[in-house]
Each structure stands twice: as structure tokens, then as C-alpha cells.
């Protein structure tokens, strides 16, 4: 089994026991400030192998004046419908519709704990591995872009920076997690703190 050094050497089952041990919720904003009216989604946390090394797959969504999350990385995912059964549902609906990942293709290791958004979103990352390669077929509307980075690239702290924020309504400073560059495309917010929390239980 793998130590916090190299989490390339970790298996299957290795993730899968691992993502048994919670850790707590995270936020993009503070705690206190969030209203009881947080609107469910879900993402998925897609992990492959390329060259005997983990990688993360995720996506630049397509930019569109006047919403702020557009143009953002991302993973695939999105709010919670109606017909959807679970949270899970939503996190494979969403990630056939946007990035063609079929259902029926990934196994699902199993989740971390929900993070809250600025928008006001409580989101429930599912965390599976995929095939690759694989042939993606991207939404050309919403989605610019699919990419992966590594893992241990991810998990370097020299590749990442947290940047103290203010929020308008509270006196106290917020952390914001912000990447260096991979290939070009910026990591920040809520899905690096999502991103550092899938490698906080992976290190465990």
C-alpha cells in the first residue's frame, strides 16, 4: 500500500477503503453565512491510469457572458432534477450528458464529503475509475475543453497557493485555493478544495 509520497502506487481497493474515512465538509464560504437552503448537485471525480500514474480528468466549461462559473475548470456535473433517484444519479446523468462517460463503463469507488459553494450549492463528489483510453464525446455547448492532470502533480504543494479572500457579509478572511498552470488551464475554487480534499483521504 501506498504512503503519502507517491499515491501513484495506490490500487483500486486502496482508494475505495480509503474514501471510507471522511473527512469533514468543506466551504467557499464561512460556515455561518450559508442559508438552510442550499440546492443539492453532484459531480463526478473521474480517475484514470496513464503510464502507470493516476490522473484526474476534468473539464473547462464553455464561457458565457453574465454566469460566473462558466469558463471555469471543472468536474463534470451539475444540480440535482427532480427525476433524478439519487445524488449519485445526478453525478452520472451529468457526466454522460456533458462528457459521454457512460455509466455502465466506470466503476464507482465511492464519495467525499459535500462542499459548499459560493452559489449556494452543496455539492456530493462521487470519485469512480474509467477506462483509457477512452472515446469522450463533449457537450460542444457547454463544455470548451476535457484534460486530465495527475494526481501527484495535484497533490505537490508547490503547485498550489491559498489565498486569503473576504466575503462582503462577514468580517473574517476565506480561503481560496488557487493551482499553478497545468497545460494552460487554471484550477481554483471550489473544485480544487474539492480536488485537495479527495487527496487529504487518499493520503490517509
Known sequence: MAGASNLDQLDIEDIRARLHAQNGPTYDVPPELLSDNAREA????PLLRIEEAWHILFIRRTHFEGDRHSGQVAFAGGKRDQDDDSLLATALREAEEEVGIAASDIKLLGNINHHHTISEFQVRPYVAVMPWPYTLKPDNVEVARVFT??????AEESNYRTEQRHHPQSQRPWPVVYYDL????MLWGATARMTL???DVLRQ
Open 42 to 45: 453532484a459531480v463526478l471525480v
Open 149 to 154: 492532470i495527475p494526481l501527484n502533480w495535484l
Open 182 to 185: 497545468y497545460d494552460g488551464e
Open 197 to 199: 480534499s479527495l487527496i
